[in-house]
């Protein structure tokens, strides 16, 4: 099995094209455990598929290290963009990707033939507590509180196509990710999970974002968490609709539109192409495992 490693702000992916249907589905949760740890595996957050579409130009599957289904990846999706034009299989700068949340709309940038820069329509957020979902009553969950590790934390929830919790001004934000992040992924407030996001404002126009990602653990980056980090600031008053979102990997910048929609821009890399022999993949990926389509993270 061929792959490309890709990386975007330092998420990185194994990337596998499948537009011929050749992996069988009921296996993939096992080859993404197999293929994502770093010590036995050649080391990723996530495995990415493109497949073939028939509502777009083309299809993304993305399932986490845990082998969990992602509904939708930010970063992911930006890696796929660069792919597709640098290995010649579009020529176009505008292209529409199937996810599993929906279609998405993105936008390249390319100089000298490189993809430079990919900008990403990811859509609307989700504000409404049982399409997050969220275990709480109201319109919107603002300034919620969900207690993790006998500490009393105050949320706001959104979701990107996938859940996210985000808090902020905490003063270890770093270490809360660390600490309390897989306490908040599964807290009973989450029935399908969550994202969580440790937020600190520098400026109206800047902030700085630590993510605890749902199947993953704590990663450089993450596109969908940028975006609803920066639709959390701005519900809460603490930005504007324009932001530059600082991650540990590097900066995406994000515009909530006066129109609902959300636009995530930033870049993607290649990093090295591989080989994986038959024989390991008979080793390790034992007759296919039991396939879960319940949801994962997305990063």
Known sequence: MDFTKMHGLGNDFIMVDDRRDEIDPAAAPSLARALCPRGSGVGADGLVFLKNSRQGDFAMRIFNRDGSEAEMCGNAIRCLAKYLYEEGLTRSHALYIETLEDVKHLRLKVEGGTVTLVEVDMGEPVLEP???????KGERAVGEEVTAGGKTYRFTAVSVGNPHCVIFGREDP?????????????HPLFPRRTNVEFVQILSREEIKVWVFERGVGLTLACGTGACAAAVAAALNG????????????????????EDNRIFMSGPAAFVYKGFIPSEWLEKNILGGAEFDSTGGTDK
């Open 130 to 136: 049982s399409l997050i979902p969220v275990a709480v």
């Open 238 to 257: 603490c930005t504007g609709r324009r932001v530059t979102v600082h991650l540990p990997g590097g900066p995406l910048r994000i515009f909530w539109s």
């Open 174 to 186: 770093a270490g809360e990710a660390e600490r309390a992040g897989p306490l908040l992924e599964r």
